[in-house]
Every structure is written in C-alpha cells, then in structure tokens.
C-alpha cells in the first residue's frame, strides 16, 4: 500500500492498493475511487466488534476497498475541518478520541477504550469512551484544527487543555491536575482543570476541537429576525 | 480503454432488498398511525412519553450535580502540578502537514 495525505485544512488521504491489498475505512469516509475500486460493507469481526465500533465513534459496518485485477486508488476524507496523520501501528497501541477513526490496512485492529480513572473521564474532555488502536499496519486518524506531534520522555509532561488530545501512545499516562489557583480557575477560560499526558510516548494535540469550532461559529449564523 | 475493460455487476436484487425496506418503513409508519388512531391510544402514548422524559431530565441533572459536587474535593486534592529543573524545547513539538508513504519517516509512531 502507497499513500499520500495531501491538501490544507481539509485533508485528503490517497490510498494506492496493488491488486491483491485491500484497506478499511469508517462508512461515510470515502471521497473518491478509481473505477476498477469496489467497496463492499461488512460487519468486520462480527456484531459485538461492530457494535463496540460504533460506541466508540465510528461506524458499525465498515467499508471494505479492493481492487479489481490491477492498481487502484481511493481517497478518504475527514468529517472536519482539520489534518489526517498517518500512524504505523505496528510500532505500539493508540488510544485515541472517538470519532478519530478514518481508515487503515486490514491487519489493524480498531477497538472500543475507556478511560481508566473517572476522574480522568470526567473532567478530562475526552469522556469515558476511546479508541484503541492496535495491530500492524498504517491507521489514519482525523481531528479538528492543525495538530501538532510531541515525543514525550519518561517522566516528561504536557499539560493539554481539555478535550484538546487528540491520541496518545498507550505508554503514556494520562489524568488530570488542577490548572491553577482561584483566579486561574475563575478567570482563566480553562476550567478547574487541564489535562496532563506524562511520557515516555508520542502525543498528538490538537489546535481547536469541534466544540470550539461550532463555538465560534454561533454568533456568524444567520437568524431569522 | 476504460470501456473496454469496464464490467458491470448486477444491483437488481439490492434493489429488490431496498424496496422492501421502503415497504417495510411505510408499513410501520401506517401501524403506528393506526394505533394511535385508536380511543385512548394517544393520551396513554402522551403520558408514558410525560414519564419517560422526566426520568431521563432527572438523571441528567442528578448526575450534572453529582459532578458539580465532585470536582471541587477533586479540585483540591489534584493540586496544581507543575515541574521544576526539567527543560524543554519547541524543538520537540512537530506539526503535521502532508506526507506520504515514500517519506523517509512515514507514520506518526
């Protein structure tokens, strides 16, 4: 398999599969396919992967792509406005937000998460359902904004604010602190809390989540008055 | 050439399967109409959905409250985390833009 993420804001990802490769996508993701591309759903790894698919964010069929006696391409694209990033499973699991899902090779394996502390679940934007990304092969995973990829070390920390974590190598310990005093967490636009990612990991954050978004887009929308 | 090589393979039995479908739905959709044109089938409909949507406002607010609650003891004992002597760099904050497969350093991981 051959791919290229190409495009701004709004990006595409290319997928060349040779004729014998096949690729996996959410329903929904595929933007478009050359003519000797057939895509066919299925409910990959029976109801109860489906289901927890769908719980997590994504879909409860998947969409099956192959090529038909030769090379073909398809092109997926995001739900949002915002990147795709390419992660190779094969060098370690990713928890990631739901609904990040877009696609990968048939070998990686998308499963339903949950965060471990309530706590955590509770105050630290993401909720109690995640993606577990795990397997071998390429995943792609799309979030809201530009994001931005840290290799943290053991012991290193990133405070996030809420909801801006995109995904997180299964290494890394996720929680909650406090994001400062009385002041901060009045005045501060962050909350009482923020979230911290401690290493040894990869963390990918993220500049503006969905939320934020259609925030920000609310006093733009045209009323009837 | 892309004629050529273009075959085509029959949706008329996915066809037959949506149309039933949509004969499934209208028939649904006329049961309920006809239930609910039954005497006392919609005053009975109209209370149990009263219930059902007190119930679940409920539960919201409960559980609302109960976090409410909640996060100022938690605020409290997280504490605000901070590190000290560790430097950092913005060497280490990498931002995505396009790639591809044939990079030297495909994938995130």
Not at chain 1, 64 to 83: A, C, D, I, M
Not at chain 1, 135 to 162: Q, W
Not at chain 1, 169 to 180: L, M, P, R, T
Request: include cysteine; glycine fraction near 12%.
């Amino acid at each position: 398999m051959k791919y290229t993420i190409t495009g701004d804001n709004l990006q595409f990802v290319n997928v060349e599969l040779a004729a014998d490769e096949e690729f996996h996508s959410q329903a929904g993701a595929m933007a478009y396919m050359t003519g000797n591309m057939r895509m066919e759903s299925a409910m990959e790894g029976g109801f109860m992967s489906g289901l927890k698919r769908s719980i997590s964010g994504s879909s409860l069929f998947l969409l099956k792509y192959k090529p038909q006696g030769g090379s073909g391409v398809v092109g997926l694209g995001g739900r949002v406005p915002g990147k795709i990033l390419d992660i190779d499973v094969g060098k370690g699991t990713w928890i990631c937000q739901s609904s990040s899902y877009l696609g990968a090779e048939p070998t990686v394996r998308l499963d339903l998460a949950f965060q471990k502390k309530l706590s955590s679940a509770l105050f630290g934007g993401e909720g109690f359902i995640l993606q577990k990304i795990s397997g071998k092969g390429m995943a792609f995973i799309a979030a809201c904004g530009d994001l931005n990829v840290v290799e943290l070390k053991p012991g290193e920390v990133y405070k996030v604010s809420t909801s801006n974590a995109v995904a997180w190598e299964e290494s890394v310990k996720y929680d909650i602190a406090a994001a400062g005093g009385i002041k901060t967490a009045m005045f501060g636009g962050e909350g009482l809390f923020v979230t911290t990612l401690t290493g040894p990991g990869k963390i990918v954050i993220q500049s503006m989540t969905l939320a934020e978004l259609a925030q920000a887009l609310i006093p733009y929308l045209p009323n009837n008055n | 050439m892309a004629d050529a090589n273009m075959k085509k393979a029959g949706t008329g039995k996915s066809a037959l399967g949506l149309v039933l479908i949509a004969i499934g739905i209208i028939a649904i959709i006329a049961a309920v109409v006809w239930v609910l044109m039954q005497p006392g089938a919609l005053e009975t409909l109209a209370n149990v959905a009263i219930v059902a949507i007190l119930v679940i406002f409920g539960i919201i607010i409960i559980f609302y409250a109960v976090v409410a609650l909640a996060a100022i003891p938690l605020y409290a004992m997280k504490g605000e985390q901070y590190q000290e002597g560790i430097d950092y760099s913005m060497d280490d904050v990498q931002p995505v833009k396009e790639s591809s497969s044939e990079d030297p350093k495909n994938g995130t991981s």
